[in-house]
């Protein structure tokens, strides 16, 4: 009765008999071995999740990191696992450190930060090539955690992505400032076709200005305002009588003659050589006294 062993359905039994391994191993369920010869040891395999510590190293473009990763393994084959090494858990956490390390080193920064799948891929490629055959050991799954940058780096990326959103914000402005000339050229060709098209753009505008609650409002008088009243308005000064019947229509009309001023005559008295510039009261006396 000493002899009978239960094997869970997520385990596998190496019978082990004068301490060498028998051939297979014991499936799940109630099995016997025997108590004298025989030693039964289990071997569990589900997936076992291994935390890989952080590790600090350099990458190719010379930036010094610190990445963690996560690490997805199980037992394939249960005779190796048990045979080929000591301390099979152990084994692959180490293997896993040493692997993220060299794949850290064969990466840029900016390879660690966005193509995360690309490094797993390569991660897992790397750590399961040791494990698999000699020990049985499939690794499932490799995913790095966290990438730990320095500060200074931080704030280097930092600065780098504001600037990047300046220069997007500049474009993308300019681009609008450029459509919003062309659609406004196209508006001017539309207005000066139609100039009724600019009056009412006027009132829209200053419907648009009045509904502000300003407490002065200026328009200004359009030029085709003035201009139709230009065309509108009486024909003043002197009008060119119309050509009688029979008249020549293209004759010259007569300019009126302009009186001629009589000539100012200097007194005798004053003298040929009497200044013309005298006072009024000198040619009073004068007058006077003749």
Do not use: C
């Amino acid at each position: 009765m000493f002899g009978f062993k239960i094997i869970t359905q997520f385990e596998q039994g190496i019978v082990f008999r004068w301490g060498r391994a028998l051939p297979g191993a014991r499936q799940p369920g109630l099995t016997w071995v025997n108590p004298f010869t025989d030693r039964l040891r289990k071997v569990n395999m589900q997936i076992t999740v291994a935390a890989v510590p952080a590790q600090e190293a350099i990458t190719r473009d010379n930036v010094t990191l610190k990445v963690d990763a996560v690490v997805y393994y199980r037992v394939v084959d249960p005779v190796k696992a048990i045979i080929n090494v000591q301390n099979y858990t152990y084994a692959v956490s180490q293997v896993a450190q040493t692997s993220l390390r060299s794949v850290i080193g064969q990466s840029d920064m900016d390879q660690l930060l966005s193509e995360r799948d690309k490094v797993n891929a390569h991660l897992k490629d790397v750590i399961d090539a040791p494990t698999e055959q000699p020990w049985g050991i499939r690794v499932e799954r490799v995913e790095v955690k966290d990438v730990s940058l320095p500060e200074s780096m931080k704030r280097s990326m930092s600065r780098q992505a504001e600037a990047e959103r300046e220069r997007r914000a500049r474009i993308i402005s300019a681009d609008g400032e450029y459509q919003a000339s062309k659609k406004l050229a196209q508006a001017a060709a539309v207005m000066a076709a139609d100039p009724a098209a600019l009056q009412l753009r006027l009132l829209q505008t200053v419907v648009e200005v009045a509904a502000e609650r300003n407490s002065t409002l200026v328009m200004p008088v359009p030029v085709e305002l003035l201009r139709f009243f230009d065309r509108t308005a009486p024909v003043t000064g002197h009008a060119r009588p119309a050509a009688a019947d029979g008249e020549d229509a293209d004759a010259p009309v007569p300019i009126p003659e302009v009186p001629e001023v009589p000539a100012f005559t200097v007194p005798e008295s004053l003298g040929a050589g009497a200044p013309r510039n005298a006072s009024l009261n000198g040619v009073l006396e004068t007058g006077v006294t003749a």
